[in-house]
């Protein structure tokens, strides 16, 4: 007895979508989930996975089945049937895939705004800086401004600064490489990205860390306890806000199992939010080309129970008053400008001696 | 002299050289005729796709490893960088030129381009810019900012290396901009009378949406890299946040044109596998209305995605929503043009031959990269994977699985036309066997990596990662293997290779209507079109010359239904024209 084609083609689809729909949630492809917003993305990614694996069978599958149905029987110099249009199937395979486009975004729209991609915070322009009010020609704009400047200290900067000068991060990376570090501007330009997620919309965050990224490095500064580490540890289940800014390049922070990352851009603070939720040591990665060894750009994120938390905080917080004392020491200001200048223009080919002259 | 001297004088025919090919010297001189210009085209960006191929291998050979031990870092990024340029401006752009060149006069019985002088300009830039650029490796001093030459980064590491970057891509933004005006203006002036748009074959619609979308987008690019130029040299601070510019408009500019290019890159391939699938499928090309008009709607699309590159970087949050949605239905004129491919070959008579074979293999491959692609516009996804080997995988399988198997299609169809004798079928399978297989195990694995947490760009990476680079590193060899019998395949075939006659595909559009190769000015007199391009199998089509035909007549021959008439309206003494 012959079958219908029309129960083929319904056998074959209901196959393809059980293949789909498993393949969708077993494929393996993605790393551990460490935040909770991390859980919101594999479950975007995992629907999408299911759609593709389906689109694809289907395209893979005609294309085998028209290579053996349809092949030139030797001999035969016949040509096919000249079928040259269907236009109820053409808006067909136009809707289809139009309604599927639709389906994933509204849905990633959905995860976007669960992730706190809308939060109102993210829509503020950026403050008018001190720097740009005493730009020339913004005199008129600077009167009819009724808000002061914003005289606070940028602890970003300054931090960031203060690690220039540790022996440590020089190490690591190329000085003169900066372009004008001492004449870098003030962090102006407020770029929020991922803000608070709709519950979390407006509130403070529980824990903020200011990240500045430099060639080769990441330095995290705790602006409440005013430590400054190379690793970023993080409490579970508190609400972390990561404001970053780079001093030379851009660099991009990414932690793959907490699916998020956002460009560190000089000139620019961004901001994300997020939730660690699983214990462990991850991977902090540059993820924007910064030099030749932007590979070497990694550092730890160590997610830990709330109380070790805050025992490693409590250790931090001794240890950096010695460093502090120590970098008080090599204070800047207390060198002449020759003394301070002299390891910068040593391979500039410039002599101590000529400088000592310049400065007398 | 009188006065009737003087006006004998003025008026006799003095001998103009016509323009075309006579002697292989032509072809390293300032030609003007189309083909020549369309070959000149074909095989310098050949050649250049087999210096950025043995870049390319030179990186996945760093990769081999998880440490830096085959170059240093320095020569590890300005190999990446100057792999993806040349790949992008030297290889696949000129390509799409060059049978554009070749084939637009033809298909629409034109006898050349509608400026060919401007057209040799066009061409004479790519050389020159190209050297330059591989030049720059002589120099000791090589871009090594990554093709994207994101400021901050791009002022501050090798300047003459990014100086000579900028100008080689300024010459050939330049190029490409002269040759779409003259594309354009060759099919919208030049075609025969009796030729509407929608007799048109789908490659020229394919050119059409190209080059408007280069006029419209290249010059934005020029901007920025002038702009990026002067922070470069003259210490303006455009680009450079220490004088208080911004990166991140930098980041606008570059890619209003470079996301655009992706469709630069691929439309005119899309054209020619729209232009092999029916002739080897025996068929006429299902919905070609739709394949037409999906071609001016993703040129017009093309224009309004390009921040989705940009969704990490400093764009507001809306905005990103924005370019989700414009990104995500691009996919929708793709998609009809995939599932009318796979239409036309539905009920067909498939011809396994070289070109059928790569045709298939971009349908097949080309879907991943579209897949991969409608993933990647999904925000909260990108920001996941955003500049690690996810997308490397996914642009590759678009530009190699699309593009580069779309060159080799087009190159094998058209082979016959281009050299008048036929290519040898075995080692064009061979060719075929091994690009798949080590375009699969080259790029496949990406996805897998990128997902896991591989950044892009890196010349050292997590020793997690070993195994499945080494695979990706062992796929790139089979890949450079691969083109060893292509090359042999082309020069033997086109030396010593059967001779072809002027349609052994049998196929209708009017390029094959004249003799292969075809002479100066292409057609005795103006052809005449009696059947649409795609007429297989229909009724008045049925005469068509027998696949076996061993000496097929000039000219269509009588059997064709597309004859090249002598239009009486024109005279058929040269001299007289």
């Given at each position: 007895m012959k079958i219908p084609s029309s129960i083929w083609t319904l056998l074959v689809g209901i196959g393809l979508t059980l293949i789909s729909l498993w393949y969708g949630q077993n494929h393996?492809?993605?790393?551990?989930?460490?935040?909770d917003e991390a859980v919101l993305i594999d479950g975007l990614f995992n629907a999408m996975m299911t759609v593709s694996t389906g689109i694809f069978l289907i395209v893979e599958g005609v294309l085998i089945y028209c290579a053996f149905k349809y092949r030139r029987r030797a001999g035969d110099s016949e040509d096919g049937?000249?079928?040259?249009?269907n236009v109820p199937l053409e808006i067909l395979w136009t809707a289809i895939p139009a309604v599927i486009v639709i389906g994933i975004s509204v849905y990633s729209f959905e995860v976007y705004n669960d992730i706190?991609?809308?939060?109102?915070?993210?829509i503020h322009e950026s403050p008018m800086t001190q720097s740009s009010m005493t730009m020339p020609g913004t005199a008129i704009a600077a009167t009819l401004n009724d808000t002061p400047g914003n005289?606070?200290?940028?602890l970003n900067q300054e931090k960031s600064d203060e690690a220039m000068q540790d022996p440590a991060t020089a190490a690591v990376r190329n000085?003169?490489?900066?372009?004008q570090k001492q004449n870098a501007p003030g962090v102006g330009s407020v770029a929020p990205?991922?803000?608070?997620s709709p519950e979390k919309a407006g509130k403070p965050p529980e824990l903020v860390v200011n990240v500045t990224g430099l060639q080769y490095a990441w330095i995290f500064t705790?602006?409440?306890?005013g430590i400054t580490t190379g690793e970023l540890h993080v409490p579970i289940g508190r609400e972390v806000q990561i404001s970053m800014t780079a001093n030379d390049v851009i660099h991009a922070f990414w932690v793959p199992e907490f699916r998020l990352k956002q460009d560190a851009i000089p000139g620019r603070q961004s901001e994300i939010r997020f939730t660690p939720k699983q214990e462990g040591d991850y991977a902090l990665i540059c993820?924007?080309?910064?030099?030749?060894y932007h590979g070497a750009m990694r550092t730890q994120v160590i997610v830990e129970k709330p109380e070790a938390f805050a025992k490693w905080m409590q250790e931090q917080v001794a240890a950096n008053t010695d460093t502090l004392n120590q970098a008080v020491a090599l204070n800047?200001?207390?060198?002449?400008p020759h003394e301070f200048l002299t390891p910068y223009t040593k391979d500039m080919g410039i002599q101590p001696e000529i400088l000592k002259q310049i400065h007398k | 002299m009188t006065q009737a001297q003087l006006q004998e004088t003025a008026n006799f025919p003095v001998l103009v050289p016509e323009p075309g090919?006579?002697?292989?010297?032509d072809y390293f001189?300032?030609?003007?005729?189309h083909k020549v210009i369309g070959l000149q085209y074909l095989v310098t960006s050949f050649i250049f796709y087999c210096i950025g191929g043995v870049m390319a291998d030179l990186v996945r050979t760093e990769l081999r490893?998880?440490?830096?031990?085959?170059?240093?870092p320095e020569v590890y990024n300005s190999l990446f960088t100057l792999h993806a340029t040349i790949m992008i401006f030297l290889w696949i752009l000129p390509a799409g030129a060059g049978f554009a060149n070749y084939l637009i006069p033809l298909m629409i019985g034109?006898?050349?381009?509608?400026f060919p002088r401007l057209n040799a300009v066009a061409f004479w830039m790519v050389p020159p810019a190209g050297l330059l650029l591989i030049a720059s490796l002589v120099v000791g001093?090589?871009?090594?900012?990554?093709?994207?030459?994101?400021p901050p980064l791009s002022l501050v590491t090798g300047q003459v290396g990014e100086g000579i970057w900028i100008i080689s891509l300024l010459l050939l933004g330049t190029s490409s901009i002269l040759g779409s005006i003259n594309f354009l203006v060759t099919l919208l002036?030049?075609?025969?009378?009796?030729?509407g748009f929608h007799q048109m074959p789908l490659f020229c619609w394919a050119m059409f949406s190209t080059s408007a979308l280069v006029l419209l987008s290249t010059p934005v690019l020029a901007a920025g890299l002038i702009l990026l130029s002067f922070d470069l040299?003259?210490?303006?601070?455009?680009?450079?946040?220490?004088?208080?510019?911004?990166?991140v408009v930098y980041q606008h500019m570059f890619w209003f044109y470079s996301h655009p290019a992706v469709y630069i890159m691929i439309l005119p391939f899309f054209g020619a596998i729209s232009e092999v699938i029916p002739v080897h499928s025996r068929?006429?090309?299902?919905g070609y209305k739709a394949i037409a008009y999906s071609s001016l709607a993703i040129s017009f699309l093309g224009l309004i995605v390009w921040a989705h590159h940009m969704?990490?970087?400093?764009?507001p949050g809306w905005l990103r929503m924005f370019f989700m949605i414009t990104t995500m239905i691009i996919a929708v004129p793709t998609g009809i043009k995939i599932f009318s491919w796979l239409a036309t070959m539905w009920g067909g008579k498939i011809q396994f031959n070289s070109a059928m074979l790569f045709a298939m293999g971009f349908v097949g491959t080309f879907v991943i990269g579209g897949i991969s692609g409608v993933m990647l516009a999904a925000v909260p996804f990108d920001i996941h994977v955003h500049d690690t080997y996810f997308v490397v995988a996914h642009l590759h399988y678009v530009l190699f699985g699309g593009s580069v198997l779309g060159i080799f299609a087009a190159i094998y169809h058209w082979f016959p036309k281009m050299t008048g004798r036929m290519i040898n079928e075995f080692w064009g399978q061979v060719h075929f066997a091994l690009t798949i297989i080590g375009l699969n195990m080259t790029f496949l694995p990406m996805h897998k990596l990128g997902l896991m947490g591989m950044n892009r760009r890196v010349a050292q990476y997590d020793p997690k990662f070993a195994l499945i680079n080494e695979i990706c590193t062992y796929g790139s060899y089979i890949l450079a293997v691969s083109t060893i019998p292509f090359i042999i395949n082309v020069i033997w075939s086109w030396l010593y290779g059967k001779k072809a006659g002027n349609n052994p595909w049998r196929a209708?559009?009017?390029?094959?209507?004249?003799?292969s190769p075809p002479?100066?000015?292409?057609?005795?007199g103006i052809p005449v079109l009696a059947t649409g391009p795609y007429d297989y199998g229909l009724e008045k089509a049925d005469?068509?010359?027998?696949?076996?035909?061993p000496d097929p007549v000039l000219?269509?021959?009588?059997?064709?239904?597309l004859r090249a008439e002598p239009d009486p309206a024109v005279a058929a003494n040269p001299e007289d024209r």
């Open positions: 393996g492809l993605l790393p551990a989930a460490a935040s049937l000249p079928v040259e249009g706190g991609g809308f939060d109102p915070h993210a005289t606070a200290p940028n000085a003169e490489q900066i372009p990205t991922i803000g608070g705790y602006p409440e306890t993820a924007e080309l910064c030099g030749p800047p200001a207390d060198l002449s | 090919e006579r002697h292989w010297r001189s300032f030609n003007t005729d490893t998880p440490e830096v031990d085959f170059v240093t034109a006898k050349d381009m509608a001093d090589a871009p090594d900012a990554g093709w994207t030459s994101y002036k030049m075609r025969i009378p009796g030729m040299i003259a210490g303006t601070t455009f680009f450079n946040p220490t004088g208080g510019g911004d990166p068929k006429p090309i299902f969704f990490t970087s400093g764009v209708l559009t009017l390029e094959w209507m004249t003799t002479a100066i000015e292409n057609f005795e005469e068509g010359v027998p696949l076996s035909d000219s269509g021959g009588p059997n064709s239904v």
